[in-house]
Nanobody, 120 residues
């Protein structure tokens, strides 16, 4: 069993910052790519940022220069530093990871989501 648990969401004013964390736990052999997605009410889930096992990053155009994805492989954790937040960033943010279990099976996992609300 593998779990992804997000934390760090909340309410912030426009222009503010938040840092999301997502920790993977369970029967893990290795973690490959990790990513953050978000889903706003009435909209489809969309990719925010992705980081490979070697640290290569990709960002959606709408967050470039504002958000930074990083990971701590020793802690099986991925982070999303979000700066200059805008009301349009309001959404549930989901962690996603490709994980190889100790049984050498590869699955894609999702966290339960954490709410980010940007409002004055």
């Amino acid at each position: 069993q593998v779990q992804l648990v997000e934390s760090g969401g909340g309410l912030v004013q426009p222009g503010g910052s938040l840092r999301l964390s997502c920790a993977a736990s369970g029967s893990i052999f290795s973690i490959n790519a990790m990513a953050w997605y978000r889903q706003a009410p009435g909209k489809e889930r969309e990719l925010v940022a992705r980081i490979s096992s070697r640290g290569r990053t990709n960002y959606a155009e709408f967050v470039k220069g504002r958000f930074t994805i990083s990971r701590d492989n020793a802690k099986n954790t991925v982070y999303l530093q979000m700066n200059s937040l805008e009301p349009e960033d309001t959404a549930v943010y989901y962690c996603n990871a490709d994980i190889t279990s100790r049984a050498m099976l590869v699955y894609n996992y999702w966290g339960q989501g954490t709410q980010v609300t940007v409002s004055s």
